[in-house]
């Protein structure tokens, strides 16, 4: 199994001086590539070979006045950037041919020198970390890194990553083995999770509040966004505006992201199989409640729950979209339960048997029933 390990690091004046130049050296193979390969394309000439592109966008540009920078940076950094063109197009074809899941996806672009940066260096790259625990990058030198906890394998790659706020973090991809928890009780701890907005997930003993990260710091965003506004273009004080700006949403992005690791491994720690109902995250956030979808962040709740529950051991079952958990009384199985968007507001329903519900909390019982039905049949998605 292949994880990523991410750790904060800290490279001096110098060394983020080398690193920008990386990040350029990379742009720089990537965009002349592109324009061989679409230069190929309008001439309805065969698209060149990655030998061959490695040959012409690194080999000879070094020899010439305009690219002889090149040859400051590793090469092995830019021979990733070539190869990460060619998955970019190999994923294009794939899409086009509908071999490939997910949604449609269009050709690859030319880069521009955005707020987020990255290289990868591979063990070609050589690559280590010293006895002091700091990173050695080639041609960039030994970057202090904050370690958070031990790599559980040696890496076979890093990248090197810079965000908007000017952060700098190693992400290190490493081989490592599943991890099964010991066994709990199946029918005593299995859950099925109902997302949602009014209350993040409903599970079978307990409830997870919505956190809303993006709503408790819309004021300040708002604030911060009237001042960008004001400042003029290419200013000082501007790009100081977009730095505050970024940094709001980077705190965001960080609380959420540490709000879904928390939450999801305590839920692979106290039960042997979740259901998770598979919803349309895309269709919903495009209705008139799309900041409240975007703020809770649902599919990356539902991603990192399947990925842990994979690792650990655990059970886990995908309920289709259409299945009717609110609509169905957990305990005749009517379709009594409110309808439509325009009833969303009604949370608590009886059925023509007798049986008084909660709206999420039927919900969490009728998921846990048809996730059951799935293990058993041996379909984890239905």
Same mark, same amino acid.
């Given at each position: 199994?292949?994880?990523?390990?991410?750790?904060?690091?800290?490279?001096?004046?110098?060394?983020?001086?080398?690193?920008?130049?990386?990040?350029?050296?990379?742009?720089?193979?990537?965009?002349?590539?592109?324009?061989?390969?679409?230069?190929?394309?309008?001439?309805?000439?065969?698209?060149?070979?990655?030998?061959?592109?490695?040959?012409?966008?690194?080999?000879?540009?070094?020899?010439?006045?305009?690219?002889?920078?090149? $040859?400051?940076?590793?090469?092995?950094?830019?021979?990733?950037? %070539? #190869? /990460?063109?060619?998955? *970019?197009?190999?994923? =294009? &074809?794939?899409?086009?041919?509908?071999?490939?899941?997910?949604?449609?996806?269009?050709?690859?672009?030319?880069?521009?020198?955005?707020?987020?940066?990255?290289?990868?260096?591979?063990?070609?790259?050589?690559?280590?970390?010293?006895?002091?625990?700091?990173?050695?990058?080639?041609?960039?030198?030994?970057?202090?890194?904050?370690?958070?906890?031990?790599?559980?394998?040696?890496?076979?790659?890093?990248?090197?990553?810079?965000?908007?706020?000017?952060?700098?973090?190693?992400?290190?991809?490493?081989?490592?083995?599943?991890?099964?928890?010991?066994?709990?009780?199946?029918?005593?701890?299995?859950? $099925?999770?109902?997302?949602?907005?009014?209350?993040?997930?409903? %599970? #079978? /003993?307990?409830?997870? *509040?919505?956190?809303? =990260? &993006?709503?408790?710091?819309?004021?300040?965003?708002?604030?911060?966004?009237?001042?960008?506004?004001?400042?003029?273009?290419?200013?000082?004080?501007?790009?100081?505006?977009?730095?505050?700006?970024?940094?709001?949403?980077?705190?965001?992005?960080?609380?959420?992201?540490?709000?879904?690791?928390?939450?999801?491994?305590?839920?692979?720690?106290?039960?042997?199989?979740?259901?998770?109902?598979?919803?349309?995250?895309?269709?919903?956030?495009?209705?008139?409640?799309?900041?409240?979808?975007?703020?809770?962040?649902?599919?990356?709740?539902?991603?990192?729950?399947?990925?842990?529950?994979?690792?650990? $051991?655990?059970?886990?079952?995908?309920?289709?979209?259409?299945?009717?958990?609110?609509?169905?009384?957990?305990?005749?199985?009517?379709?009594?339960?409110?309808?439509?968007?325009?009833?969303?507001?009604?949370?608590?329903?009886?059925?023509?048997?007798?049986?008084?519900?909660?709206?999420?909390?039927?919900?969490?019982?009728?998921?846990?029933?048809?996730?059951?039905?799935?293990?058993?049949?041996?379909?984890?998605?239905?």
């Amino acid at each position: 199994m292949r994880l990523r390990y991410n750790y904060r690091v800290y490279p001096n004046a110098i060394q983020r001086q080398a690193l920008a130049q990386a990040f350029g050296c990379a742009r720089v193979v990537w965009n002349d590539a592109l324009s061989i390969r679409q230069d190929a394309y309008k001439q309805s000439l065969p698209a060149p070979s990655m030998v061959e592109l490695a040959r012409l966008v690194i080999t000879e540009a070094k020899k010439t006045e305009g690219r002889s920078w090149l $040859g400051e940076v590793s090469a092995v950094l830019l021979q990733s950037s %070539l #190869r /990460d063109l060619g998955t *970019a197009y190999s994923n =294009f &074809f794939a899409s086009k041919k509908g071999t490939r899941k997910g949604p449609k996806i269009g050709p690859p672009r030319f880069k521009k020198k955005a707020g987020r940066q990255a290289v990868r260096f591979t063990k070609a790259a050589r690559f280590s970390i010293t006895e002091d625990g700091a990173l050695r990058l080639p041609k960039i030198g030994d970057v202090p890194v904050r370690w958070s906890r031990k790599l559980p394998s040696d890496p076979s790659s890093v990248t090197i990553v810079k965000d908007v706020t000017g952060r700098f973090f190693a992400s290190f991809v490493v081989e490592t083995k599943s991890k099964p928890l010991p066994e709990l009780d199946w029918q005593e701890t299995d859950t $099925g999770i109902d997302l949602g907005l009014s209350s993040y997930a409903v %599970l #079978r /003993d307990r409830k997870i *509040a919505s956190p809303k =990260f &993006f709503r408790r710091q819309e004021k300040k965003i708002r604030r911060a966004q009237r001042k960008l506004s004001r400042c003029q273009k290419g200013s000082s004080n501007r790009r100081k505006a977009q730095l505050a700006v970024a940094k709001i949403h980077a705190r965001i992005t960080d609380q959420r992201r540490d709000f879904i690791e928390q939450e999801t491994t305590r839920i692979v720690r106290e039960n042997q199989a979740v259901y998770v109902e598979d919803l349309n995250v895309k269709g919903m956030a495009r209705g008139r409640f799309g900041k409240s979808v975007h703020d809770q962040s649902l599919g990356m709740f539902a991603r990192t729950l399947e990925a842990k529950c994979a690792r650990y $051991g655990r059970g886990f079952a995908k309920v289709s979209r259409w299945f009717p958990s609110t609509q169905l009384c957990s305990q005749c199985g009517a379709l009594t339960g409110p309808k439509g968007v325009e009833r969303l507001h009604i949370r608590h329903w009886v059925c023509d048997c007798g049986a008084k519900h909660d709206r999420d909390d039927n919900a969490e019982m009728n998921l846990r029933a048809e996730g059951r039905q799935l293990l058993a049949a041996g379909r984890a998605e239905r």
